[in-house]
Nanobody, 125 residues
């Protein structure tokens, strides 16, 4: 059983920066792709960013490109999401997710097997 524990998040003004991170208990972490999703009240969960098992390739939703950066540290079993130029529409609960049997990135939430508990990010205008 894999556990994902998120940290970070909080309240920030529009235009500011914030980071969230996630630590995984997976023994095969370097072979697992990771992703961040978010869900705002009344909206569906949406893909934000993903990274391959090796950390060599990344993917981003169009809405966060050039503003968010995902990174993976296989030595520490962590994945982080650095967010800058934040907008009120970035307000959501952010979840990290892990694919058990693949090192490739997908934007479909059903492809991920394990999820963190979520951390709130609130951007005030």
């Amino acid at each position: 059983q894999v556990q994902l524990v998120e940290s970070g998040g909080g309240l920030v003004q529009a235009g500011g920066s914030l980071s969230v991170s996630c630590t995984a208990s997976a023994r095969t972490f370097s072979r697992n792709s990771m992703a961040w999703f978010r869900q705002a009240p009344g909206k569906e969960r949406e893909f934000v960013a993903g990274i391959t098992g090796s950390g060599g390739n990344t993917a981003y939703a169009d809405s966060v490109k050039e503003r968010f950066t995902i990174s993976k540290d296989n030595a520490k079993n962590t994945v982080a999401l650095q967010m800058s130029s934040l907008k009120p529409e970035d307000t959501a609960v952010y979840y990290c997710a892990l694919r058990s049997y693949s090192s490739s990135v997908t934007s479909r939430w059903r492809d991920y097997d394990y999820w963190g508990q979520g951390t709130q990010v609130t951007v005030s205008s």
